[in-house]
């Protein structure tokens, strides 16, 4: 358990839904992000929140929202997917302060999503 | 050039032996450096994280950076089947909190 809880675990969702992913983190941590992992790609950064401000939006698609209403939680709304958008979606969060290396991501299980 | 490179493996040592996985980067401005041990269907959980040039031990692991050389390293000792994974090398990008990740070497410890 590393401080950092995702669900659902796993979804399964048609094209013209809208669904939401959730995170939680218990670990007093200020930066929260989202990655998509897909088979043989390395994970893809989405999202970067610091201090509940989005920092980063890494050319994603608007059918993928972020939504960030404390340091604590982060959602992830998805609406209108396309099929090649089934993957592993992660969670992360680290602790940063200015002037200091760069903190350690701990990650979520991650949410499963297939997209028909 | 990717930015963060690693041998997609399989890499297969026997049990007890040192396993060696590699990875280069390209943004010379990049501070920070971490391995992640991912296995099969779960979340990347963090091995090692470096900063500095050298060498840094913790346990089995030992991560190795040269940042004049843009690489960094990371052996395990004593390899054992449970070290069988995926393992991904991340660098931060840019001096933030942003990492950029590769794609991963497949680490198989054989009996």
Redesign the interface.
């Known amino acids: 358990e590393?401080g950092v809880t995702q669900t659902p675990r796993h979804l399964v969702m048609g094209m013209t839904n809208k669904k939401s992913l959730k995170c939680e983190q218990h670990l007093g941590h200020n930066?929260m992000y989202w990655y998509k992992q897909s088979a043989?790609?390395?994970?893809e950064?989405m999202f970067?929140y610091?201090f509940k401000e989005q920092?980063?939006n890494n050319s994603v698609p608007s059918r993928f929202s972020p939504e960030c209403p404390n340091s604590s939680h982060l959602f992830l709304h998805l609406h209108t997917l396309q099929p090649e958008d089934s993957a592993l979606y992660?969670c992360a969060s680290?602790l940063?302060a200015s002037g200091r290396?760069?903190?350690?991501?701990?990650?979520?299980?991650?949410t499963r999503l297939s997209v028909l | 050039q990717k930015e963060v490179e690693q041998n997609s493996g399989p890499l297969s040592v026997p049990e007890g032996a040192i396993a060696s996985l590699n990875c280069t980067y390209s943004d010379r401005g990049s501070q920070s450096f971490f391995w992640y041990r991912q296995y099969s269907g779960k979340s990347p959980e963090l091995i090692m994280s470096i900063y500095s040039n050298g060498d840094k031990e913790d346990g089995r692991f030992t991560a190795q950076l040269n940042k004049a050389s843009q690489y960094v390293s990371l052996l395990i000792r004593d390899s054992q089947p449970s070290d069988s994974a995926t393992y991904l090398c991340a660098v931060n990008r840019g001096g933030g909190n942003k990492l950029t990740f590769g794609t991963g070497t497949q680490l198989k410890v054989e009996l």
């Open positions: 590393t930066a043989k790609k390395p994970l950064l970067v610091n920092t980063e992660l680290s940063e290396a760069v903190g350690i991501q701990y990650f979520g299980a991650g």
